[in-house]
């Protein structure tokens, strides 16, 4: 798959600025086909790049700073899923405040400058000191989106950006755990992606997320969570028993049922 998006990139860009002023991307051309594979990712650690941010340059580890964390990568002049996705991520995860997770949203867009972060940031309104909005230099966007999988093109045409719409849910050391994809993933997804993001750093009272956590798996086609099968068959399988003994029971202290007087 890889290389077939890449034959027909190269066919389209080749005198284009490599990851940034591509012509115009093709009517027929798929965004689906940037999902990234995850498989290839999953696990691996992110580089420790620096990020510029409102009160200084920070480096991408000390930021998640020992904690679960939401990586959402966007550029900060998008009239779409950007500023969308940070909106609706907002939103959901009001209820999960006083939860100990960071949210880092930073640019993948070379142009994008402090004016244009701090639009971006007012246009959503408050958000948490949890937060963190940051630039990236062209050098650590390349490291980092590649160390990710996050792949990106630009149209010329439209003048905007195409690339996936995702969260990606880092370890506290930095690893990658988890992709939820779409500008609003359940709440419930989110809170089961920290969970599993945070599995390498687990606390005693975490077990009852541990125990929810254990009630569902991954659907990468969907991506979101679903109840487990094995649950839903064991479920099904404790009710008959229960609904068997509890007739048996009353069948044996009804007149008919034989009981020896």
Same mark, same amino acid.
């Given at each position: 798959?890889?290389?077939?998006?890449a034959? /027909? =990139?190269?066919a389209?860009?080749?005198?284009?600025?490599?990851?940034?002023?591509?012509?115009?991307l093709r009517?027929?051309?798929?965004?689906?086909?940037?999902? @990234?594979e995850? %498989?290839? *990712? =999953? !696990?691996? /650690?992110?580089?420790? #790049?620096? #990020?510029?941010?409102?009160?200084?340059? /920070?480096?991408?580890? %000390? =930021?998640?700073?020992?904690?679960?964390? +939401?990586?959402?990568?966007?550029y900060?002049?998008?009239?779409?899923?950007?500023?969308?996705?940070?909106?609706?991520?907002?939103?959901? #995860?009001?209820?999960?405040?006083?939860?100990?997770?960071?949210?880092l949203?930073?640019?993948?867009?070379?142009?994008d400058?402090?004016?244009?972060?701090?639009?971006?940031?007012?246009?959503? %309104?408050?958000?948490?000191?949890?937060?963190?909005f940051?630039?990236l230099?062209?050098?650590?966007?390349?490291?980092?989106?590649?160390?990710?999988?996050?792949t990106?093109?630009?149209s &010329?045409?439209?003048? $905007?950006?195409v690339?996936?719409?995702?969260?990606?849910?880092?370890?506290?050391?930095? &690893?990658?755990?988890? *992709?939820?994809?779409?500008?609003?993933?359940?709440?419930?997804? @989110?809170?089961l992606?920290?969970? &599993?993001?945070?599995?390498?750093?687990?606390?005693?009272?975490e077990?009852?997320?541990? /125990?929810?956590? $254990?009630?569902?798996?991954?659907?990468s086609?969907?991506?979101?969570?679903? +109840?487990?099968?094995?649950l839903?068959?064991?479920?099904?399988? =404790?009710?008959?028993?229960?609904?068997? !003994?509890?007739?048996?029971?009353?069948?044996g202290?009804?007149?008919?049922?034989g009981?020896?007087?």
């Amino acid at each position: 798959m890889r290389t077939l998006i890449a034959i /027909a =990139l190269l066919a389209w860009a080749a005198s284009a600025e490599a990851g940034y002023n591509r012509p115009a991307l093709r009517d027929a051309f798929d965004p689906d086909a940037l999902r @990234i594979e995850e %498989g290839i *990712y =999953l !696990g691996q /650690a992110v580089p420790d #790049v620096a #990020v510029r941010t409102e009160s200084g340059t /920070a480096r991408l580890h %000390g =930021l998640i700073g020992d904690r679960p964390t +939401i990586l959402v990568l966007a550029y900060y002049t998008c009239h779409g899923p950007c500023p969308t996705t940070v909106r609706n991520l907002l939103e959901s #995860v009001r209820p999960l405040e006083g939860e100990d997770f960071r949210v880092l949203v930073l640019s993948f867009d070379k142009k994008d400058t402090p004016e244009t972060m701090a639009r971006l940031k007012e246009s959503v %309104g408050p958000v948490p000191a949890s937060w963190t909005f940051g630039l990236l230099s062209p050098e650590d966007s390349q490291r980092l989106t590649q160390a990710i999988g996050f792949t990106f093109f630009f149209s &010329e045409r439209d003048q $905007a950006f195409v690339h996936p719409t995702v969260l990606t849910f880092l370890s506290p050391a930095g &690893e990658v755990m988890r *992709y939820l994809y779409g500008t609003d993933p359940r709440p419930q997804d @989110i809170r089961l992606a920290l969970v &599993e993001a945070r599995n390498r750093v687990r606390r005693l009272n975490e077990l009852v997320d541990m /125990a929810t956590l $254990a009630c569902y798996r991954y659907d990468s086609a969907r991506s979101r969570y679903v +109840i487990h099968p094995t649950l839903i068959f064991g479920g099904l399988g =404790l009710g008959v028993l229960a609904v068997t !003994g509890i007739a048996a029971f009353m069948y044996g202290r009804s007149p008919k049922g034989g009981r020896k007087q």
